[in-house]
């Protein structure tokens, strides 16, 4: 049984930083693209960032410079570090991965950038 489960999730100041995990257990990451999502409430889910199985990463406009995707294929967990953080940012923030065909989602973990 495939699970991705997420950590690091929580309530940061504007301009502060936060670190994501996604564990993921029943399949090795090795060589499948990953990807972090996040949905505010009243939006739709969107693409932050991803990773390919040959480590490039791609980011949505609004986060270039301020996150960063990683992944550790050895430890089986998908990282994210995210930086400069603003109010915009608050959404539930989920760790997606398309392994060996088939689309698996974490349960999501929250993030709220407020003062």
């Known amino acids: 049984q495939v699970q991705l489960v997420e950590s690091g999730g929580g309530l940061v100041q504007p301009g502060g930083s936060l670190i994501l995990s996604c564990a993921i257990s029943?399949?090795?990451?090795?060589?499948?693209?990953m990807g972090w999502y996040r949905q505010a409430p009243g939006k739709q889910r969107e693409l932050v960032a991803e990773?390919?199985?040959?480590?490039?990463?791609n980011y949505v406009d609004s986060v270039k410079g301020r996150f960063t995707i990683s992944r550790d294929n050895r430890k089986n967990i998908v990282s994210l570090q995210m930086n400069n953080l603003r109010p915009e940012d608050t959404a539930v923030y989920y760790c997606q991965g398309a392994l060996g065909g088939n689309v698996y989602w974490g349960q999501g973990t929250q993030v709220t950038v407020s003062s």
């Open positions: 029943g399949k090795r990451l090795d060589p499948y693209t």
């Open positions: 990773i390919s199985g040959g480590m490039m990463p």
